[in-house]
């Protein structure tokens, strides 16, 4: 089975049983981002969440443990996302990527925001002027090493 | 005058007169973030928020109208940026790209997150582990129009 | 079923039944662009729309639900579109897209024409010396948010 | 001079003297995006029609002769524009860009709409809940010739 | 059956019974070059046409429907030819596009030679010092319009 | 003196005195394209045909010299080139490129058209329906070595 | 078949029978690289020598006629080749091809060597600090036609 | 003085003097292609050597210093070149750089011919069907070493 | 059999039989990463190294030959890659590229590590601040040949 | 002054005084590599370490200021590098990435080594058969976090 016929599958399994991602954080206990990561296998799962996630999607014990295994991560195709929902955080970063490394290294010393010791979330902003959607993304500050 | 050297040109007076992005928020009333979009030519400021930005930094008052100009904006080069810091900003979109599409379209239908009724902000979010960067951001929904 | 695969069963019936875009359009109430789009799998249609299309079609009712669901979009590949129609909205960009941007900017100020609320329309303008093509696109304009 | 300087000087005089694409369009008797074109050195005019924008901008005379070379077209740095604004014309060549070509073949056989047989005009359509920005193209169709 | 099974198809056929494109040419009545563009799916023939194609090489009628589609055109991978014959074509535009641009200026004002109301000839010209093959481009000539 | 300089010095002087291609062929005894080529600095000249070169258009004898050193060829930035001109040339190689490939390994077996051992000429077609562009391509054809 | 499945056989066929490339340049008496390069369906051989060629595999006759046609040629995958013995060859371009270029123009003018009429050999240099590849081209100078 | 004028002075010197790089060959007593390696600034000299080139070229002796530094090599710009003579090396890797590889591996085992520890020569052959460039690389085998 | 489908065979055995590369390094003999190198076909084995890990691995001995067979090797998709641990490789690359060059060539002078006469290890490095892996190269400095 | 002025000048400094990274390792307390990267305006000193590179290298101490801020890091151009040397390391990561993530992630679980709590150091080791070059990187572990 490769990667993509796993997402398939549970996305199919998913929508079948009318499951949202929301459905899914009650179950296991984690963000429903970083559970669609595990069912797009950009995040791998413990034994236990894959369990939950394989169970509540109604699919058989086995498909749990390819939720396990450390993924080859990104790969979206073209390297400059077409979708217009995805195109747009490509945008963000081009045109505000150097004044937030302007208004970081301000405020923290010469370093990055970690991609790994990080977590993403979506929430829904009501607005009577049109709803919100708000993203929000917390990672360790990693300060450069000197040797 | 060239984009990039009216960029310097601020920056060097900043930098000559030890104001921060924060000291410059509170005097424009706007956030730090926008400010430093502005200062990077990737936003364009009123003719009063530009006379005040400029003012503090101590330049002649004809600095501030090139402020007030829609920018070409983008154009970080190259296309999939180097930097690291700005680098993670790509990663997040690579890995969790598509995850976070799902989770929008579960949320709120065909559509995507407007970049451009669009806000960012930076946060130092205090940890013992270790301080952690927070970036908030918060665009308006814009479902897909029929015709 | 790929989203190509959809495409090209949607496609096929329709040739085969001798149903024109513009017998959809009457039909579904939407125009031939944008039914086209939904079948390119481009825009996504509600269980309505959808099973119009498929009814016309003469395609199984259960052909509809993969139509309501927001596809991956764009994908043209190459990322520079070789064929020669699809290029010459690529060319356009190139020639008019800055004195576009131009005018856009002194007529409206800082922001952007929305692609997502959004319109296109292709009609046939009879002339003498030889039909032309009219491409009418009419999108929301959006003003670049501060904060 | 190169292109650049060109368009850079009759864009400092069209601003200084405060004057807009639309009154050199009532003037010039052409398209304010088609002399937007001229300026940035995208189309090349008549002698005639240069002499009255330099006029207009009270420049000297001898910057209307550069305005009649044809120069080198289309060059947005880089291919895949990264201005928000531009790059919305490429989203939706990707996104609408093969249904357009399905109902084009489907109205007028197999051909194109011509690029250089072409007009582009922007307008502002008034609207309650925000203008609308309409830009219409109109070219010749070129059927495929035989032989 | 993908356009690259027709055109395999077509091609076996045509090998198998010998013919060539010059016999094709006497049957079909058109160009040799423009009846290998019809079956390498870069034209799309007339129903009459493509009835006379699939005959002379022996195929069921059903075979000529998918001649008579518009393609998606061009599409060589990659996108800068690495078979040699196809390079050199390549090469000539690299060194003599714009050598060519400034005659057909000078000889023409501004515009283009037409791709698509075009035709391209291939004629063997013999040479005691070694055959040469002559390639005859013929466009109409389209000069921009202004509007 | 940069390649891009020469060019720009040579064009200056023949737009200055009001010599067109075809009258520096009369003075060479070259086609106007091979011309053309010399002084974009895509072809070399013999001293002779230099020194008429830019004599005929009224300049120091010493720019005849860097017209006979053998230059870098092709160049042209974007390697897909933008100017709809050149573009066609693109085109057609993307369209017709593997029929006329086909057709030439038809006539003439494994090999190609030579590049180098070839001419390129520009004529005008007189038409009633609008004149035409012929480009005539020759080139020795080279067939594969075997050793 | 497809040309990489008809490589596969051969090759296979090859091993299982354990011939050598030079085995192959005995009975075919052409150089092993050649024999290599129709295998590898980069050249076309005769009916003979192809017959020669799947006779020595022990193929089935029909195996021949597939290596007579002249293939779409070159198709490295990707074009910045990655395996380090091929991207050598690359890395030699990259730092010597300019340097090469001049020594060419200084001993034969301007023109190129040409890779068709051409032949490239491999052979092991003995060496008691270890033993060397020499590989050498030996192509047709093509002087630049003027016309 | 950056390495591009470094190159220019020497070439320009060169010229002056009417000093061919044979002639180089025999003072410095490395070969004429090493030595345009080391003019164009893809190779590095002792010091010895450096001041018999700078000396031949009648040029004063600080020229010499900078060709001894280790420098920044390749840089071919674009990536796949355009000059004709140069590309043809590219496509020589494209179209013979598998079967060569074949050959080396069956000759050699597992590893690459050094582009390092690796000269490259060139020749003229005459022949009377026109002469023939000799172009011998020789590099170091380098196996793979296992750990 | 695919050189992709050898690996995720392997893979699977391995898994199956919870055997580690540590385990195999053991076995074999050789470092644990040589060893996933040729698990993943970026190195060929001996016949026996290959005989022990299939052994090992409890696959039959037909399995042994494909990994002796000298690879096309890199290839990763895409270029530059998008798996977060793998891109860290590149990264260090663009950073310390030049710096680690420029330290280079002051202890050896103009030369290069080897990448083929080359070992690559990993290890864990037990820290109280959190573990560190340690990667350590070590190639040959290979000089660079005058000839 | 440019990043890219900063660097040449603090080399020609160096150079100029004789003074090696290795020198400046026993001054500033840091490893050669950390500095030269600093130097190479890829690492960023405390105003101390910058004020001590400075002082040696026999500079103004004005120059240490622009030593401390944080810098665009990476941007070799192109993105695949050409010099022989630094590409070495981006065929390390075609060849061996992919088996070096397999190690990690067996030895550590899933997530990345840090780029950025991280060093690298080169050493000479001896070897009668050849010196070889040691490169050492250690980077924090660190494991994707889960929310």
């Given at each position: ?82 979708d217009p929902l995805?195109y747009r ?59």
């Open positions: 089975m490769t990667t993509a016929e796993i997402t398939e599958k549970l996305l199919a399994a998913k929508k079948a049983k009318g499951i949202s991602f929301e459905d899914l954080e009650k179950v296991v206990g984690c963000d429903e981002t970083w559970i669609a990561s595990v069912i797009y296998r950009q995040a791998s799962a413990s034994e236990e969440e894959a369990g939950k996630i394989v169970e509540t999607l109604g699919l058989p014990p086995e498909m749990a443990e390819p939720l396990t295994v450390p993924p080859m991560k990104g790969g979206l195709d073209p390297l400059i996302p077409t995805v955080f490509y945008e963000i970063m081009q045109v505000y990527g150097v004044p937030v490394k302007a208004v970081i290294h301000e405020k923290f010393g010469d370093g990055i925001m970690s991609a790994i010791d990080f977590s993403i979330e979506v929430d829904k902003v009501s607005d009577p002027k049109g709803d919100r959607v708000q993203v929000t993304m917390c990672g360790k500050f990693l300060p450069y090493k000197k040797w």
